[in-house]
């Protein structure tokens, strides 16, 4: 109801305001605003130490990345949350030396710096690699975090001579269903386990679709955030979901997220849209398994409800 009746009054401001909306992934580019121009000069001298990486997600990610931290409430909270799960999960396992695989704007990949442990931060977003830079030297353990683009598929070759050498490999955030076809997805879990020393663990969160499919709600609000801390503005963001096939009969849905800003009588509209694949719990246990991982189990953080989290190891 509530996202509905966002839909009318931007749709209702646009037409007032005589202007076209276009809802349409190729526009997004001309839609998207850029990230700050005051980058850090270590976030910079990051990317230019970087491959290109493509992958399909990348307009959606990169146009977000300037305006990614406001899709959670406080991000700082989340940090600390993500920091005390990975600290119990690590116990005893003597992890030293971490690979988080799709770092976003950070929030795991800096929690684990902030145990003191060394983390290699990948993501094939440049946007969201800089975010991470930038967040990492505001928390002030950029000393620990190598940030850097790199996806899912050509981990084991942009790293090829660590194969072996991380203590444990992480991908929260549900990153992992960006991978739509089984193929991708043993190809990853198979750079995970082949990056893992023997008897080092990974540890992978995956949006709970099995719950989800069976849900009939199509419109999922974000957030609305206004006030001086969000340049002033009027931000409301929320996800309108497609569900369908995919050419190997596996279930995929789109993501049409919508980012409304502005103020008073002027707001402007984007749509950024990508899809994953619903990776149903059955399915990740026997991917993973296929990828060589034993003692593989799923749980859910503090009986959150729409992650699982897959743990595993590389056996000894
Ligand atoms: C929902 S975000 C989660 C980011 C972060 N882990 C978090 O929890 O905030 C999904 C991330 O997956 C990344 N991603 C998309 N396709 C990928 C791929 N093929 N390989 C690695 N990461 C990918 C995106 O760029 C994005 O940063």
């Known amino acids: 109801m509530f996202a509905r009746s966002i839909v009318r009054t931007v749709g209702a401001q646009a037409r007032q305001n005589g202007k076209k909306m276009v809802f349409d992934a190729a526009r997004n580019a001309v839609a998207m605003r850029q990230p700050a121009a005051q980058v850090a000069a270590r976030a910079l001298a990051l990317q230019a130490a970087q491959r290109e990486v493509k992958v399909p997600s990348n307009n959606y990610y990169d146009g977000l990345s300037s305006h990614y931290h406001m899709f959670q409430q406080n991000w700082d909270d989340l940090v600390t949350k993500e920091r005390e799960a990975f600290n119990d999960f690590f116990e005893g396992e003597n992890v030293k030396k971490v690979l988080d695989a799709s770092c976003g704007s950070g929030e795991q990949a800096i929690a684990l710096a902030g145990l003191g442990l060394n983390v290699t931060a990948c993501d094939p977003s440049g946007g969201l690699v800089k975010r991470c830079a930038e967040n990492a030297a505001h928390f002030g353990v950029d000393k620990n975090v190598r940030a850097q683009q790199s996806d899912f598929l050509n981990l084991s070759k942009d790293f090829k001579g660590e194969l072996g050498t991380f203590d444990a490999v992480i991908t929260k955030g549900s990153s992992l269903p960006h991978l739509h076809t089984n193929n991708d997805l043993r190809q990853a879990l198979t750079n995970f386990h082949d990056l893992l020393r023997p008897g080092g663990v990974v540890n992978i969160g995956v949006r709970d679709y099995d ?4 849900s ?16 002033g503005k009027e931000h409301i963001i929320f996800d309108v979901w497609e569900w369908h096939k995919g050419s190997e009969d596996q279930q995929l849905v789109n993501f049409n997220t919508f ?8 707001h402007t509209a984007s749509k950024y849209v ?8 059955k399915e990740m246990e026997q991917l993973m398994a296929e990828a060589g991982f034993v ?7 503090h009986d959150w409800l729409w992650e699982n989290v897959y743990t595993a190891r590389r056996p000894l």
Do not use: C, M, W
């Not at 003692?295 to 953080?301: A, C, L, R």
């Open 211 to 214: 719950y989800f499919i069976n």
């Open 216 to 231: 009939n709600q199509k419109i999922y609000p974000r957030q609305v955030r206004v006030g001086s801390k969000f340049e």
């Open 259 to 266: 980012h409304v800003d502005g103020e008073g009588a002027g």
């Open 274 to 281: 990508t899809t994953f694949r619903a990776l149903f719990r």
């Open 295 to 301: 003692d593989i189990k799923v749980s859910k953080i």
